[in-house]
């Protein structure tokens, strides 16, 4: 397994694969850790899920260099991901006892009732590139934590950043065998899922590989997870601040340099305003920074991989053949590495790859409706139900526009982010489940219904089932 720089399309390193042998020591060793693990204190496994975070903080500089050197996310924004992941590890360290105490129900009298909150055992977590440290941690602090073990089959174009995880956990002082990676490509993980000793799967991935893992693992009857693509609307209303619309806009659609599922994809803006934004955002775009992802005021590095920037392009071409108009970009750029410069689509028919499409790059549509009940219903006109952004001064409007947009979650006068205070997840083919806060912690555990009731007494309730 070759890691690659995309900035420069060189190498960087050569890892050995886990073959069969490798995975089957892999699970027995995880499978042996279980009942220790979940046996273990809460308070210990919260002490040290706070030293993970504090090694996250102290290696920061080392995991943002390799984070930018193998997937090419400029460096400021590869800090910033360590650091969200380090407060995804204080968070839980800090609530995650209280998230997972037993809750008291109101039964019968001389009885007691309650639910207890049991981990399941040992869960896979398929995971991408794009954010390669944050999605592991916001599924490892919440779920180790409660108890699981973990393992880890991550993107095969950071293995590194997959080692470095596992490297994390080790030297915090976790268990043999409580969280482990595997080196292999995605054609091993059916036989993992399928394997007696695994019990529940979580994906953050791709529309086809979430459909792949959901197939699979409810053939198996296995709980899973899944955080899929986006295709986020951002709806500006006439009474929006469209300077500062047009700003965020061009920071929402660029994060990661466009690789991202929660990054805004469609602009929807009123007809009152689209002039202005489409010319402010276009400017906005055409100003931010390309160059190299080590560099601290790179704005945009390259795309990840050398196919991923052909299929963007190819999305780009067949939109503007489709009677888009392009307004900037557009054009691979002559450099070495994957560039891809950022990219303004306006007006683009709906049944072209912008309009219909997860656009995975750097590349905006912009799209021109009369008024916000034309915005909500060509927001709504998706298979995908992610995120939504609205913009508007007035916050009665915005809070009802959004409970009416499609999606897991809403930010009014807000770019789409995830937060470890709030659930996260999507509808419709974006998948289904949800991470992070309480409700994340809760969805690889076993609630379990308890009914103590007092020797000799008769509850009153007939026994019907």
Known sequence: MDSHNPATGERLETYDDHDESDIEGILASADDAFEPWADTPITERQQLLERAGELVREREDEYAELISEEMGKPIAE????????????????E???EFLADEALGSEPHSRTFVSYEPLGAVLAVMPWNFPFWQVFRFAAPHLTAGNVGLLKHASNVPGCALAIEEIFEDAGYP?????TLLAGSDAIEDVIADDRLDAVT????????????????????????ELGGSDPFVVCADADIEAAAETAATARTINSGQSCIAAKRFIVVDEVYDEFLDRFVSE??????????????????????DLMDDLHEQVEASVEAGASLECGGERLDREGYYYPPTVLSEPPRDSPAADEEVFGPAAAVFRVEDEDEAIELANDTRYGLGGSVWTEDLDRGERLAREVEAGCVFVNELVKSDPRLPFGGVKASGHGRELAEAGIHE?????????QSAGADDGVPDTE
């Open 285 to 306: 775009m055409e100003s931010l920074e390309i160059g190299d992802p080590l560099e601290s005021d790179t704005d945009i590095g390259p795309q990840a991989r050398e």
């Open 78 to 93: 590869s800090r910033a991901e360590l650091e969200k992941c380090a407060w995804v590890c204080d968070f839980y360290a």
């Open 95 to 97: 609530r995650a006892d």
């Open 444 to 452: 690889f555990v076993n609630r379990k219904t308890v009914w103590v």
């Open 176 to 180: 043999e065998g409580v969280f482990s």
């Open 203 to 226: 994906l953050t991935g791709s529309e086809g590989a979430g459909r792949a893992v959901a197939e699979q693992a409810g053939g198996e009857l296995k709980k899973h997870v899944l």
